[in-house]
């Protein structure tokens, strides 16, 4: 029976561990993990699906007549396990700013209150999201369809709650919640990213939407499109300078056909159609076209 | 400790359910979820793989041997599986045109039994499948691996399923299959799309093909390769036709390269070679072969 | 209660599993699966990212104090797993080349020495690559969140590991290792590619990256970026010939933009940017830039 | 790699089955179980638990502000799987008396309404039980220890759970979970036991009580009791006759040593004690001591 | 946060076992357990139950027309399972008697070969247990009931299954599958005890069977029987003499009530009655009656 | 479809919890469960077990050379989450006597400290009890064997880790710990009984030990013995006293047989042996005998 000896590497990885600990300033203090927990957000996203949705995605025994007991257990359940990864997240934050512990307490539990206070709104953004689904998709066969199957559904039921959280100052938990999405559709959207209501994205492997993208309503895209920055903006340092608004503009009822790339603050007025492929670092006017044709004569930046 | 009163959410919640319901001509009738379920589906095709490849994708434990005991016992328990979602499928559908339950009931027990006679077909076709892939693929080294290992093998075991369900009158069914491929593997293949024998999506991560793509035998396709429609086709009145073919046709022995983009009801002739990020909107000879150059000098319609 | 009689399907799949058998050449002898398991590779990687990252990646209640008991209890139950996978690599492999048990033994015995023997140097690696993350991302807060969010990440912990295996002799392993990770990120590393320290992916959907690439260090990839080969090298008979190199040669410090497809055994100098959606075929010079402008009037190959 | 031949044992087996079948005088028809499931039932049990006693018995992470809400979903979900078990015991029973359907259907609702309206009466006998042993027990520290940590308790919830379904003639679930508590404590308490308020047993293993005991109020017993039949009733032709009194009575405020044998539809008198390892097959009047001694004509300490 | 610094009772424990190895004369070679598994003893008489009562023991959704397959499934992964466990015991058992691996291998190949050929054996008699509960006890009321409520019969599918293995040269694999029904039921039989057709224990708890017991047909037994030895063999040294017939020979038709106690190499001859409690230990002569009053000179009910 | 209101069953159990807290002068303050887990304080008991026992009861895939490493994780996380059951214990122990939450906090590491310096002398406590059962049965094949199937020796496990946390002012994880055992073996031995080295129960369903019994070195109990209190003390006024001494004491090397039962504070001497069944009140000298005959003044064998 072969024997490993695995007790130089468990030095070495010892050794390189504390390296990484010196070389990032991280204190070696007994305890335990002190960061969001995957898993822990999954569970709550899952929770607040069912209880967003009970008859579609709650337990398949659930009765309408039992609707809001479910909906009740299930909220308050999923907003204190919340709670506690919120704890986190600004315990974590507070590494660099330390501040008493009763602060941070208190902005925990007015950031889980307010993220309740949103969900009926979330709610029927996402109801009109499935509507312009179900409107735009000609084989889509009924709305419920729309929402147990669409993944371009499944990436805003996630956007829309993790977007709530980035507002409310929990960009780590925002993100984790979008990776989850991102993991299982191959749509990328950034927490950050405003978009209005009877937002559609279909197919959707490959799209990328960036920080600083603002949305407006009735907005339809297809797969591999992406919302990007053309550059990162920098100080007169050369630093890079965060939270500038780089990403594009999309107006009102416009469509971006699969595979195009708008980059940087640019504005796609009000009803434009972006074809597909198309490589765009310009704005588009209301009421606008731009195929591959146009955007081939166009002096194009690099990337 | 922190206290969410959550009933003002959870009324909230109920009054946009009741919206929802009323603007979606739902009545509100006691009783449980009539929809097919995702996870009972997913079931379903795992005990399928196992069935149409008991030594590689049966349990770890089988033995040659006893093969056709477990293939017996897990094909019996699958279908019975499938046809109580076949049964909910149906009913659901029937909520706009109500018939008779033993109607319904005899549907379904015809639907499984014609889904259980098209499953030797199904793994004849998928061995093809598996032969084009090693044999198109320096990197592969056996059947066994190109079986467990690629993305595209898998997806083409949830079409070869999926495409039966649809053909079979279960188009929800056939969706969820699909979009249980497209999760794991980024390929969004509609249930509807005819695939010849011998078919192979190299990588595959962005491929899209249409509801109603005819593709023969031998064709090859790499990442991002779409089979889109290039517009949706409206009657007089504006209203969109649904079913009319519009997307490509794609005779055998065709080659795509990755990134190709193929919109409309166009054909690729027999032993076609359309290079990486081709943008294409016309027919292709048998034979022909266009590259990006090529495509440059057409004027492209928009998507 | 509807019957089905699924003998007449047993005794069709048994039929053509024989046809397949022997078209395959295969003995049907009595036994049991001798194919390395998905799942047992899976399992590995799950132990190997915990006992390489154990207190981020690691179990949630691990405390810093018991760090080692952790990892030294971890790595052996993981080699000792992993070995076992091993012998069922090089065993399914000796097929043709039959050759003795204890010599299939003691190289897999070898290996997994080998392959213990490099995971402090993997981490070293993974650790610049997670400080590359973080610093080429301005969204990035910290290290932490860069490892625990980021898919790019995640395919590189898979690919630092399968590219061990991969150089080890056990491309089967790899390859599962690998497909884990394209399943979860959309990310296709193939396992023999070469990567340097300080790699970074950003987004990572569809990027594609090809068995004999050789990537510098410092460099930075966005989205469905394609290091790919541009056509199958054949010998005189026109067979195909493996293991020639066929992948861009990617230096130091280069950067490539989404969408960028780069094929062939061409170089990208040193510190070379190439613009998004770029369609590459031919070198470029250390510090060259190239935008899809430049690239338009090449006369570009077939995919 | 052995080899086993199970082709004649699956015969084998088959032909005797076929024999027992036969003998049962049972029809081979095709078609699945009919008969409740041990697991469905101990779901309901252990969802009521959680209904009655949500703090304690609920879900850890149950918190007093949202107790209805779990309550209610709860029951509710725990009725109509209650539901789906009746309907198969009834329908099993209907194999010797066939019925109609709709009148199993109509049987099966009127029982889970019956018991659902039973609820709240049997909590509160549970209560008393729960007092009885914090009062009867010189070592018990809280109520709350008790309902946690108390077989004798939990052998009184499964009791007056399926007392309940017993009245309601439901014989079998009954069985099931009077059993399951069995398994776990060693306390075999016949579903047809009718047992008064403030009912505690003590250590508990090896106590059985038989189908027609009733037992008053605040009785107390000891491990290894036995409330049995001294012999069974038989007709004129020697027949087995059922559901004759064939077990004591037990009057208010009895108390029964470990070990005592009570055979016979005897009764013990208000407040009678009843020596450890007594066998006793007469009546007691009210308030009388009996010993082993006694039972023996010689002198012995009572328990 | 609390700081438990457990590495001086690592070292402790560390010294501990190495002392116990020492006083035990084991090595302290490195390697594996090699032990058989409490799990998959369990495991394995699972999966025998659900093979020997397809429809009753088995899984949920069997069908009648699909148990053959079922059937053949379940016995060749179990028997390949219990393979491993039996090749496990021979190996633990031939520490103190080395012999070569190529023996122990062909002995655990025989030895399941027999115990698989036994178990249509097995199946009848556990029948003609089922049906004596059945027709024993006035309160059930279906043999299915009987076959999945009755902790008796769960005891003797256990050791009818035990007791093959333990004829087979296994005893510590008896051993766990008797302890599996001990900690389920409170049923204690040793796997080396002889019992025949038609045995039946009502209620149970508390029996305890020796090794060396011998029980004719229809045996019926009620709780807290001990069928004991008296007192341990020695021989002219002093030492336990082991293997020694040491506990009571029960004929035919014995009935044996609640407590008694039988002790010694004593006969209970056919058709004996032992009344509750009776402390026994001499021959009673076929058709004897022996109750509590007899055993202690004075007048008793019977049982 | 079926539909049960649940509403008003809902009321009515909310009204009973209400009317239980005010009988109980509980406040009903939100907030979540303060009560220590049945499942934490099992998970436990197992990862200890394992910590304790690493070879025979820890993983199965744990080898030799990498024994600490397991017991050093184990017994890490182990003693954090015992040590998150002892706050609850301790915090729910205040809620009559408040006191201030860095007092209680600091008791609990206290105890937890405790606890862990005393698992190297629980360690050899047992091994001293393994080896009793094994040198006491003559059907014991190995010391493995005993630890792996012997109930006896699961109880004292968990009796052993019980009582050291009934010492240390934890009654309650203690109980929970005892009765985890109970639960599986039909043993109950309340956590204060005093047991020395080499102790062995052999059957062990129904033996019964009191809370203040004290118990000698060597010491062998066979099932259904008792040791337990004739009555319970009482002071003038009638009240239960608690903790006084009120079970026996059972001197080095003392045998009790199967069904005896002592009561009250007597002492059995030195090498005494209590025959079956015995029913005992009273002290017995050093080396004396006690036979069910001598208890009743007639001849009776011994056990």
Chains 1, 2, 3, 4, 5, 6 share one sequence.
Not at 104 to 122: D, K, M, N
Not at 127 to 144: E, I, T
Not at 220 to 232: I, S
Request: proline letters at 6%.
């Amino acid at each position: 029976m072969a024997v490993f000896d695995v007790n130089p590497i468990v030095q070495s990885l010892n050794q390189i561990r504390q390296d990484w600990r010196e070389a990032q300033r991280r204190s070696r203090e007994p305890g335990g993990r002190e960061f969001p927990s995957r898993d822990a957000v999954a569970g709550v996203i899952e929770s607040l699906k069912g209880a967003l949705f009970p008859m579609r995605l709650g337990p398949t025994d659930l009765r309408h007549e039992s609707e809001d007991f479910y909906v009740g257990h299930t909220l308050d359940t999923a907003l204190h396990a919340l709670l506690a990864q919120v704890r986190l997240e600004l315990k974590y934050d507070s590494r660099l700013r330390p501040r008493p512990d009763a602060e941070i307490e208190a902005q925990a539990e007015q950031a889980v209150h307010a993220f309740a206070a949103a969900l009926p709104g979330i709610r029927m953004l996402l109801d009109s999201d499935v509507l312009a689904a179900y409107q735009g998709d000609p084989a889509a066969r009924s709305v419920d369809e729309v929402l147990l199957c669409y993944p371009g559904v499944l990436a805003m039921i996630h956007h829309r709650l993790a977007h709530q959280l980035y507002r409310l100052g929990l960009p780590l938990l925002a993100r984790i919640a979008a990776e989850l999405a991102h993991a299982q559709t191959g749509i990328d959207i950034h927490p950050g990213a405003q978009i209005g209501a009877g937002f559609f994205i279909d197919h959707g492997t490959g799209v990328v939407i960036g920080e600083t993208a603002v949305i407006g309503e009735r907005v339809r895209l297809y797969q591999a499109v992406t919302l990007g920055a053309k550059r990162f903006p920098v100080d007169a340092q050369g630093n890079l300078q965060k939270g500038l608004p780089r990403h594009p503009v999309v107006e009102d009822d416009v469509v971006i056909y699969a595979g195009a790339t708008i980059l940087g603050r640019v504005t796609l007025g009000r009803g434009a159609q972006i074809g597909g492929n198309v490589w765009l670092t310009h704005d588009v006017p209301p009421g606008g076209h731009v195929t591959q044709a146009d955007s081939r004569h166009d002096a194009l930046p690099g990337g």
